[in-house]
């Protein structure tokens, strides 16, 4: 049982100047607080907004200021309530909320009851926990590596196995995945050269599964993770000493029979690389500190988001390594060099998040539209992070353009956007936006039938909402 305790107001007889003094002091305690703090009376109505509350939300006080919070969840400001949820269970409410800034917070909503037992306000606590997300998420992929890099028995578990799918509706893509087949059938180095984030790794996955190693081991190591030093380390493994200590396997012996991808490959040192070189050439190693080669059958894969070739003429990487890797080179593709991908991606991303959060939201024509057309220097990475954002901040079932991290707003951009203090012709601009996807359908299919099915409409459709949004009656025989 919650104790509820009374708030008791200031001595209405007490002395005015004392009382303003006492005001001042507590106005500037709460603006100093480190925590966000959000107080409403006992009808949800916002009274009191501090400066660290503005910075973790991205709200502007002057906008929440005399609002009710009921509104402000109808209206989407507040993608869920705490001082809501307070006022119904009439008890201290507690839970995590992502903002639109990015940052995560843990909030904590406490009801304030007076002797009458009526809720007169309720105060929220909002603390900043994006930095103890981070952290966590650091010493989490520091577990995983340790995982991955120091126990052997989960790298001998390793295995593809089973088909890996790759998403490849897009013509050129369908292209490289033409050459990775070919090449997976080949016992050979593969370069995979692409930008940050492309899907390289899962390329690399890929091909594993097709090759004639897909049920040996498979080791994937970030050669950007460690130190030269230390790579090289996990990669050749240690002798033992003189007086018959240490000794253990490196990663390339451990992966005997099966496959290593190396990635960001670029990064490797100028011994690393020297060493690489002798056993590909050779297939044998040397453990560090020792003089006894061992043999090894390993195929080993590379990726780069780096010019390697530009790296060769600066001599920062080996020009015989470089022609040993490059023996079958595949240019991943960029994201936006894919577009025809892009739906197909998002489509699968939902499944897998709505899996995740066990939830059924999918992504309106419109807002598939917003991320088809998008430019997507973050490539696979960036689309993934964008979509689970959208499924996880928005409140309704069906993602518009406007829950995107991405949009950018209706209006174009050298317009500066409407505050929510003045008066806005939304369905005009509903329309005008409608109006710029079908004009951008119609350009770039150049017929009818297929800019109608890529935004989801029927022909008839498409030319009946055409000519009503331009004002012309003219017939759909002069579009066709």
Known sequence: ????????????????????????????????????????????????????????????????????????????????????????????????????????????????????????????????????????????ESRERNLQYYTELEILRRRVGRSVRMIAEDPAMKEVLQVADKVAELDVPVLLEGEAGCGKQELARYIVSKSRRRKEKYIEVNCSAYTGETLERELFGEAVDDNGRGGKAGLLELADGGTVLLREVGELSAGLQMRLVRLMQTHRLSRIGGTVPLAVDVRVLASTSFDLKKLVLERRFREDLYYILNVLPIQVLALRQRREDIIPLTEEFCIQINKKYRRRKRFSQMALLALKNYSWPGNLRELRNVVESAMILCNDDIIDPEDLAIYTGLKPAAEPAASLDEPVDLRRMVQDLELKYIHNAYRRYGNVRDAAHSLGLDPSTFVRKRQKLEGRQEKPEEML
Request: net charge negative; charged share 25%.
């Open 1 to 140: 049982m919650i104790k509820r305790t009374p708030v008791y107001l200031a001595n209405p007889d007490a002395n005015a100047e004392s009382s303003a003094f006492s005001r001042e002091w507590l106005e500037a305690i709460f603006e100093a607080s480190y925590d966000g703090i959000y107080i409403t009376d006992g009808d949800a109505v916002t009274i009191m907004v501090n400066k660290s509350y503005e910075s973790v939300s991205g709200l502007r006080r002057e906008d929440m200021l005399g609002q009710s919070m009921y509104d402000l969840v109808e209206r989407h400001v507040i993608s869920q309530s705490g001082t809501l949820l307070a006022l119904e269970r009439r008890e201290p409410v507690t839970m995590e909320q992502l903002f639109k800034t990015g940052k995560r917070a843990t909030i904590t909503s406490t009801p304030i009851f007076n002797e009458k037992d009526q809720i007169v306000m309720v105060v929220t606590n909002v603390r900043d926990v994006t930095e103890l997300y981070s952290l966590q998420k650091e010493l989490e």
